[in-house]
C-alpha cells in the first residue's frame, strides 16, 4: 500500500466507511479501498446526459445525430459502478499507473469503482456490438483539484470503429479508403505535422502494416474533425447570436493533431482546437490495441477508438461560466435550455464569493503529508457545491526549521443564493477540524 492510499484510509477511518454501499440500487461490501462519500454516489442517480432538456444531454444529441446513419450504435445506458478489470486490467494500465491510486480515484472496494472513463466499457461493446462502430456516452468519476471547470463527476463519448480482416481479405484497402472519402468534407485548418506513426515518439503496433496504421489513422482523424467542426461551428454561431463581435467568430476553425500515450491505443493522439487565444484540448484517441480486441472474443481486426470530454465543450456552447451549474436542481437553470437548441445561458444570480484562507505547516517529509486531493476532498465533503474553489496561494520553506507551510484560499459561493458569515465559519471551523484530527500537520 502506498504513502497516499494509506493516508487516505486515515482520513475515512475518521469517518466510520459504513459495511456497504448502494449505488443505483445495488448493495456492495466495504473494505479498506472504500473512499467513495455519500456525496458522489448521490450524483450517480442523476444521468444528465439522458436529459434531452440539459446542455450535457442536448450536446450528446447534436453530436450522436451527425454520426446517425454511418455504422455507429450508440450506448447510453452504461451504470456508472464497473470493475477495475473493466475500467484498467483489459485496458494494459500497468500495475503502478497513478490513475488506479485512491488519491485519484472512487473505490466501491478493492475491485470495483467509479468508472474514470467511457474507456472501460470498451470491452464490453467490443464483444456485443453488431456495427463496425459505436459510440457510448456516460458520467464518469474522478477526484479532483476545484475550481470553475473542474468538478469530481463528468461525462465523455466515446467512440470506436473496426475493420476486419478476415471477412474483408484483399479488398482491406480499398474498403478504408472508401470509408474515408466518405466522411463528409469540412471546411477547417489542419495542423498536423507529425507522421501517422514515428518509431521513437508514437510507435505503429506489429500487427498492423504501415499502410494499415496509416489509414486507419486517417479514418480517425477526418471523423474527428467532423466532430470538432460540427460543435464548435454551433459554438461560435450561440456566440454571435449573444452578441459577441469578437473577431475569431469569423475565422475558419483551426485544430492540431499531437502526439500522445494512452496504455490501450498505438499510435496515439490528441486534437485540440484554436478558441479565444488558446490552444484546447478536446480529445484523446488512438489506433485500438490488439490485445483490447483479442480479449473481447475480436481476431484478425483494425480499428481506432476516441474519448471527448462533455462538459467544457458545453460550456463554451451554452456560455455557462462555472461546471457547478450543470449539477444545480434550480428551476432557473434547468428552464432555459430545450431539446435541439443551443442558447446562451443568462446568468440568475451573482452572488458575492467570500474567502477563508486554512495555512498550515506540512509535517516533516518522512511523516504523512497531506496531497492535494485529499485537502479538496475534505471541503468538498465539508461545504459541497457552496466551494466555487480551492487554491494554493501561498507556499514557503522556514529557512530556520526547514520547515514547509502552505496556504490554502477556499472561495465559498452559492449559486442560488447569499451565504452568511456564520454560515461559512461553521463550514470553515469544520474543515480546519478534519484536518487538525486526521493529519499530522499543524494549523497556523
Ligand atoms: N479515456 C481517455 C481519457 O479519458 C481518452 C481515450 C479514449 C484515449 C479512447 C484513447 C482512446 O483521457
Given amino acids: 500500500m502506498n504513502r497516499s492510499v494509506f493516508r487516505f484510509a486515515r482520513y475515512f477511518s475518521t469517518k466510520k466507511v459504513p459495511k456497504s454501499v448502494t449505488v443505483n440500487g445495488q448493495t456492495y461490501a466495504t473494505d479498506s479501498w472504500t473512499n467513495v462519500p455519500a456525496s458522489i454516489v448521490a450524483l450517480t442517480d442523476r444521468q444528465l446526459h439522458l436529459d434531452q432538456n440539459h446542455p450535457i444531454g442536448i450536446l450528446r444529441s447534436l453530436i450522436e445525430n451527425s454520426f446517425k446513419g454511418m455504422g455507429y450504435t450508440f450506448y447510453n445506458n452504461f451504470k456508472p459502478v464497473v470493475t477495475t478489470f473493466e475500467n484498467f486490467d ?3 494500465f500497468p500495475e503502478d499507473h497513478p490513475g488506479r491510486s485512491k488519491s485519484d480515484t472512487y473505490y466501491i472496494n ?33 477526484r479532483d483539484e476545484i475550481d470553475r471547470t ?41 495542423e498536423d505535422p507529425n507522421p501517422a506513426f514515428s518509431d521513437a515518439t508514437n510507435p ?19 471523423t474527428l474533425e467532423l466532430l470538432v467542426n460540427q460543435v464548435f461551428n454551433e459554438a461560435k454561431k450561440s456566440a454571435k447570436l449573444a452578441g459577441s463581435e469578437e473577431p475569431y467568430l469569423n475565422e475558419p476553425l483551426r485544430v492540431r493533431w499531437i502526439e500522445a500515450y494512452f496504455p490501450w491505443t498505438a499510435p496515439s493522439y490528441e486534437i485540440e482546437v484554436w478558441w479565444k487565444g488558446e490552444w484546447l484540448e478536446v480529445c484523446g484517441c488512438g489506433v485500438v490495441r490488439e490485445q483490447v480486441l483479442t480479449n473481447s472474443g475480436i481476431e484478425n481486426t483494425i480499428g481506432w477508438a476516441f474519448g471527448v470530454g462533455l462538459d467544457r465543450i458545453a460550456m463554451l456552447l451554452f456560455g455557462i461560466p462555472d461546471i457547478r451549474l450543470f449539477w ?26 467570500t474567502t477563508r484562507d486554512v495555512s498550515f505547516w506540512l509535517p516533516d517529509t518522512d511523516k504523512l503529508p497531506l496531497h492535494e486531493n485529499d485537502l479538496m476532498e475534505i471541503v468538498r465533503d465539508t461545504a459541497g457545491d457552496l466551494v466555487e474553489s480551492v487554491k494554493l496561494v501561498d507556499q514557503f520553506v522556514h529557512p530556520k526549521t526547514g520547515r514547509k507551510s502552505q496556504c490554502y484560499r477556499i472561495n465559498y459561493q452559492s449559486m442560488d443564493r447569499s451565504l452568511t458569515n456564520d454560515e461559512i465559519n461553521v463550514y470553515q471551523e469544520k474543515v480546519r477540524d478534519i484536518l487538525r484530527s486526521t ?6
Fill in 204 to 222: 505503429k503496433q506489429s500487427y498492423m502494416t504501415d499502410v494499415e496504421t496509416e489509414l486507419v489513422s486517417q479514418h480517425l482523424k477526418r
Fill in 90 to 92: 483489459v485496458l494494459g
Fill in 110 to 142: 478493492e475491485k470495483t469503482l467509479l468508472r474514470t472513463h467511457t474507456s472501460a466499457h470498451e470491452h464490453e461493446c467490443f464483444q456485443k456490438c453488431s456495427t463496425p462502430g459505436y459510440f457510448i456516452s456516460a458520467d464518469v468519476y474522478r
Fill in 439 to 444: 493529519y499530522e500537520i499543524e494549523l497556523r
Fill in 328 to 353: 444545480t436542481l434550480d428551476e432557473r437553470f434547468s428552464s432555459q435550455f430545450t431539446r435541439g437548441s443551443i442558447t446562451t445561458f443568462k446568468p440568475y444570480s451573482k452572488y458575492p464569493g
Fill in 150 to 190: 473542474h468538478y469530481p463527476a463528468f461525462h465523455q463519448m466515446e467512440g470506436a470503429r473496426i475493420w476486419s480482416r478476415s471477412e474483408l481479405g484483399d479488398s482491406l484497402h480499398e474498403k478504408l479508403r472508401q470509408d474515408i472519402a466518405s466522411i463528409p468534407k469540412v471546411d477547417i485548418i489542419v
